[in-house]
């Protein structure tokens, strides 16, 4: 480490004169990744917000254009301390504690915890993990500083059940419950158009996409990963937004967006789930055919049912409690944002059978 003020030499930079019109930030962050660093222009920034570059002896600002011979020093470091998650004063929904094990019933929106490269802003706060430190102050450091107590997952907009471990002990025992398959997850998702089966079974491993990174896939590939999810329907419905039906999914394994790839690779995603081809909104299909009519052009735009979120809740949780082999089965209803929009659907179909 670099101790404030003082220069180190080996990033002490000349400006070459072909560098010339290039914005300060843009240049620093270009070489220091050239040589290795791996740096962003947003760290750049940062560093240059905390002193710790000078052009010539002096601080100046990131859009700085450079002229070309300008020496740059960079006083501290360009990549930050690695990310320690703080105690955060969020409000829980703690279904189930003891002294080994908390069960919280997570709302969509929040992130389980903050990705490995974020560093302390916005981004690596407002997390589950913030608020279990504070709740609960204890918590297993298998999962490291970044994810204490995490024995498992679930996606940022999927809400419902996680549990949480409050010692190495019970998240080595919970992490083997999981890859047992000795712990029963149960989620409620609203999916779109009309599955044709009762009930059914997805057996396809879960991988990567190999062309888009930040999506899963259902598709052969060489990373994929045994997934299996059981499906039974609930309610059907149908009305002027269109098809949709509500399904219960009891998952064997817990691979990465699994419930929502796998109702996606049989043609129907979940409601709100846009990265899967679900619709962000849903449209009056009625309204929105009539308007193709002449006659129809000039009446207002049909109406739009937007939920903001994927229509994906992890209900219910059954295990034995790993030190007293105690049966636990925890359920968390339909948040009211899900209810809300499931009894809109509801309402339209009554309408429509009044008609």
């Known amino acids: 480490m670099v101790e404030a003020g003082k220069v180190d030499e080996r990033r002490t930079i ?11 930030d843009t240049f620093l962050a270009q070489f220091l990744t050239a040589q290795g660093e791996g740096v962003s222009r947003s760290r750049v920034q940062l560093l240059m917000e905390q002193g ?15 002229r ?12 930050p301390a690695p990310l320690k998650a703080t105690p955060e004063d969020i409000p829980l929904d703690v279904v189930f504690e003891d002294a080994d094990l908390a069960v919280v019933n ?14 302390e802003d916005a981004r690596s706060r407002g ?5 279990l430190l504070y709740r609960f102050k204890a918590l297993s450091s298998t999962g490291g500083d970044l994810r204490p107590g995490i024995v498992h997952r679930l996606d940022k907009d999927t809400s419902g059940l996680i549990v949480v471990a409050k010692n190495d002990r019970t998240h080595a025992a919970l992490g083997e419950m999981f890859a047992s398959r000795q712990i029963k997850k149960t989620y409620i998702a609203l999916v779109q158009g009309a599955v044709e089966r009762q009930k059914g079974t997805i ?10 990174r930040t999506r899963m896939t259902a598709q052969p590939q060489e990373n994929a990963r045994t997934a299996v999810s059981h499906y039974e329907v609930v309610r059907r419905l149908s009305n002027r937004f269109g098809k949709f039906t509500l399904v219960r ?48 052009r000039r009446n207002a735009e049909p109406e739009r049912l937007r939920l903001g979120r994927n229509f994906l809740h992890a209900a219910k949780l059954e295990f ?27 309402s339209e179909e009554t309408a429509a059978g009044n008609d």
Request: proline content about 6%; overall charge neutral; glycine content about 12%.
């Open 106 to 119: 997570k709302p969509a929106g929040m992130m389980v915890h903050a990705g490995s490269g974020q560093n």
């Open 203 to 212: 057996n396809a491993g879960v991988g990567r996409d190999p062309v888009r």
């Open 68 to 79: 070309g011979g300008e020496r740059i020093a960079v006083t501290g470091e360009p990549h």
């Open 127 to 131: 997390t589950l993990v913030n608020a």
């Open 52 to 66: 710790d570059v000078l052009v010539n002896g002096e601080r100046e600002k990131a859009s700085l254009k450079l």
């Open 14 to 24: 000349d400006v070459p004169a072909e560098a010339a019109g290039q914005r300060l």
């Open 320 to 346: 034995a409690h790993p030190a007293t082999g105690k049966l636990l089965q925890l359920e968390a209803p339909l948040p009211q944002e899900l209810e809300q929009f499931l009894g809109r659907l509801e």
């Open 249 to 296: 999914v009891r998952i064997e394994t817990g691979r990465t967006h699994q419930i929502r790839v796998h109702m996606a690779s049989i043609g129907h995603p979940v409601v709100g789930d846009t990265l899967y081809g679900g619709a962000g909104q849903l449209m009056d299909q009625v309204a929105a055919q009539a308007a193709q009519s002449k006659a129809a």
